[in-house]
């Protein structure tokens, strides 16, 4: 039977949820999950009922803060990438990592800060992907048929007739403007990427080196350096790597690619507004968490652990206070806030990141 690694991607910053989202705080350790418990927590536990074994890949200075939210997680289970070079070089060293454990594994990779429901149609779906990666050699992932027209996920055009569970995909289509996902909801066959890949590892990293070998050439010398001790050399070599998602340098040029469709309960939590959308609203569409007063204000999101709030005359706004940074932003700027977070690393105000 086929042995299954979960990898469990944990490297990212949230910038678009500063203030609580922070170096110290980043998003997949907020309490965002169903039952409040850190997005990290609530993968975990999901990964550990679909894999026999569950890694976590990130990057070496959160290892403290992985390992305060995952304390039965041993340094075995850990991939640690020197800092982050992109999903294309996480990946790689991930499947060269494992492979030399496990050289006929299928490896699921769940990315550490999704919202999910629905135990039973997420296992439907995983273990779907796990076996057509095993047995088709293909890469495969999942995608979900979009809700409204997203001008922040990237979409999968599959169309075609689900065969096995899975569809071929067509073509990788990057973050579109609102015209191009309005089309792509009328036409059908369009589906949102999620992110969650399966493949064989010795297949993924066959596709590497047909479509990305410089990332592959750049990443087998970084883990000889390993290998033989040499983190400091390790790190030099990860460090030249050249950054690239993985779905430009693979899985756009693959044709070795599948799609399971899903219809589980979803969320990609990418900034406030979308957090909003999912906070119980009042009959005025005002969604809060904390103390707050509210006159004559609608749609709006208020989020406050340490004091009152007390907001007169807004509409569509967001006002999230922590203890050293208040962010007051419209909804529908809500993808900018990481323009904030540009600006003060500008400044050199690194003690607000």
Sequence with gaps: MTHTLAV??????????????????????????????????ATYDRASSLADEVFVLTE????????????????????????ARGTTNAYGLAALTLIARYPSAVMLTLPADHVVRGAAKIARVARTAIRAADTKASLVTVGLKPT?????????????????????????????????????????????????????????IEELARHAPRHLAGLRRVVAALKAGDESGAARLYGR????????????????????????DWADIGNWSELGD????????????????????????ILSDRRLVAAIGLE??????????????????????????????????????
């Design 148 to 204: 409204f027209p997203s001008t922040g996920l990237g979409y999968i055009h599959a169309p075609g007739r689900v065969t096995d569970g899975t569809l071929r995909v067509k073509r990788f289509i990057e973050k579109p403007d609102l015209g191009a996902a309005k089309r792509y909801m009328r036409a059908g066959g369009y589906y949102w990427n999620l992110a969650w890949f399966s493949w064989r590892v010795e297949i993924f």
């Design 278 to 301: 999912r906070v119980r609203a009042d009959e005025r569409g005002n969604s809060v968490e904390g103390e707050a007063i509210l006159v004559d204000t609608r749609g709006s999101l």
């Design 316 to 353: 569509d706004m967001i006002i999230v206070d922590s203890e050293d940074a208040l962010l007051v932003v419209p909804r529908s700027r809500a993808q900018d806030v990481r323009k904030v977070v540009e600006a003060l690393r500008r400044a050199r105000k690194t003690r607000y990141l």
């Design 60 to 83: 070496l200075r959160q290892r403290p803060i992985i390992e305060a939210v995952l304390p039965e997680l041993d340094r075995a289970h850990l991939i640690l990438e020197p800092q």
């Design 241 to 264: 790597l050249p950054v690239e998602v993985i779905d430009r340098s693979v899985m756009e040029k693959t044709d070795r690619l599948l799609l399971v469709p899903a219809d589980f």
């Design 8 to 41: 469990i991607p944990a490297g990212g910053a949230g910038t678009r949820l500063w203030p609580r989202s922070r170096r110290s705080t980043p998003k997949h350790v907020l309490p965002l999950g169903a039952h409040g418990e850190p997005l990290l927590r």
